[in-house]
């Protein structure tokens, strides 16, 4: 089995966890720390290292520290921000749609682990995807579960658990996180200085 074409794949799975590829893991978490550590004024350093871990242009504004398991996996579907403290653990393939926005301390897993304890001592772990529609904003400290899907311009109120899929043009939130109301145009802010 290629492993790295299972992890690329938009197909869930369980492997235990030191069948991963090490070296990768190792090469994305030191581009991190690099970013991490970066001048924030040194644009052109900042973006050099964007795209050497996720392996291509991206238009993605990222406050560090920023943390992912590969990076190859992230793929940004036009323009992004990603705020303070935000993880993506990519073990499988995580789309963010043009204009998303994440605030501080989100967390994309895709990784997750058995239920049961004795395939946890054994490392087994799973992956599943995740799709982040256009024009979402994710609010502060929230986490987003493997296999979800969050629909074009909907809104996830701050410190939810995203566990299921989240159709588009809604606000939702909680733990586990649902849709309460569906984005209408009174929610256009009236006065805003430009």
Same mark, same amino acid.
Request: aromatic share 8%; net charge positive.
């Given at each position: ?69 590969? *990076?190859? #996996?992230?793929? +940004? $579907? !036009? ?7 935000? /993880? @993506?653990?990519?073990? %499988?393939? &995580? ?43 994710? *609010?502060? #400290?929230?986490? +987003? $579960? !493997? ?7 909907? /809104? @996830?109120?701050?410190? %939810?658990? &995203? ?32």
């Amino acid at each position: 089995m290629d492993i790295l074409k299972l992890i690329k794949s938009q197909q869930p799975y369980s492997i235990v966890f030191t069948k991963m590829p090490d070296q990768l893991q190792k090469q994305a978490y030191h581009l991190c720390w690099m970013y991490n550590i970066c001048d924030p004024n040194d644009q052109k350093k900042r973006q050099r290292i964007l795209k050497q871990l996720f392996g291509k242009d991206v238009q993605i504004g990222i406050n560090p520290p920023f943390h992912c398991d590969y *990076g190859f #996996n992230i793929h +940004v $579907k !036009g323009r992004a921000f990603l705020n303070y403290g935000d /993880v @993506i653990l990519d073990t %499988s393939p &995580v789309t963010i749609g043009d204009g998303t926005l994440l605030a501080p301390n989100v967390c994309l897993a895709c990784a997750g682990h058995s239920v049961d304890y004795h395939q946890r001592h054994e490392g087994v772990m799973t992956s599943a995807p995740i799709t982040i529609g256009k024009d979402v904003w994710i *609010g502060a #400290n929230t986490f +987003v $579960k !493997g296999g979800v899907t969050i629909g074009d311009h909907s /809104v @996830i109120g701050a410190g %939810s658990v &995203v566990t299921k899929d989240i159709p588009a043009n809604v606000v939702a939130f909680g733990t586990p996180c649902r849709a309460y109301r569906k984005v209408t145009p009174a929610d256009h802010l009236k006065y805003v200085i430009r």
